[in-house]
């Protein structure tokens, strides 16, 4: 079975600073894909940024950038230039990847995230 | 660009009472899953469905049901309820074999209050 671990329950960050949350994971799989969702108070589930294992190169998006680190089984989120629009629960998630379909999505706990002005 | 579309989007229901809850996937998405998010905790799966059958179940009480229809959506059937049942339920869709794991798309939820 697989779990996802993110060790930070909350966290806190000014304006225009970088932050960067925890994640790891457990799983037997050698390919998969890994998933940051962002949960604003409006509790829509957006997705943030993904990353496929079999890729070396860490995945970016705008202001998010992910570590990832396969042996390790740690995937980071690095936040860069935080916006008060960043204040959410960050899940981190994983996905088996089953080639052909996709699976269910497995969550972590999740971190809280407030940017502060 | 069309979004999964859940309704309702808020549901008041009695205890031992019935809801069901509707899931609408994107255009073309044929697969759907449903998950359950309690208060202050990340979501669990519930069940799945592709091409109008089963295909994954998780922890789904007996007394919730799920199907999917010819038109691809999904209704969640949740009976007897109970006080904790009261969550958030997402419903998510997906096309198998698709254009990218991009295509996996959640719904805004329905949020369920069991009183």
């Known amino acids: 079975a697989q779990t996802v671990t993110q060790s930070q329950p909350e966290m806190s960050v000014q304006e225009a600073e970088t932050v960067t949350l925890s994640c790891t994971y457990d799983?037997?799989?050698?390919?998969?894909?890994l998933f940051w969702y962002k949960q604003p108070p409006s509790r829509q589930m957006i997705l943030v940024i993904r990353q496929e294992a079999y890729k070396q190169q860490n995945a970016t998006e705008n202001r998010f950038s992910v570590n990832f680190q396969k042996a390790a089984k740690s995937f980071s989120l690095k936040i860069s230039d935080s916006q008060l629009g960043d204040t959410a629960m960050y899940f981190c998630a994983f996905m088996k990847d089953l080639k052909t379909s996709y699976d269910k999505v497995i969550f972590g706990p999740g971190t809280s995230l407030s940017v502060i002005p | 660009a069309a979004g999964v579309i859940q309704s309702p989007r808020h549901l008041i229901k009695e205890k031992r009472e019935t809801a069901t809850l509707k899931c609408y996937p994107i255009p073309r998405h044929d697969t759907v899953y449903w998950y359950q998010q309690g208060p202050g905790q990340d979501p669990q799966f519930l069940i799945s469905f592709y091409e109008k059958m089963q295909s994954d179940k998780g922890s789904i009480p007996d007394r919730f049901s799920a199907q999917q229809f010819s038109d691809y959506h999904s209704e969640l059937n949740m009976s007897s309820l109970e006080l904790g049942d009261s969550a958030l339920y997402f419903c998510?869709?997906?096309?198998?074999?698709?254009?990218?794991?991009?295509?996996?798309?959640f719904g805004s939820g329905t949020r369920l209050t069991v009183v």
């Open positions: 998510a869709s997906s096309r198998a074999a698709g254009t990218g794991v991009g295509g996996y798309t």
């Open positions: 799983t037997s799989e050698s390919n998969y894909y």
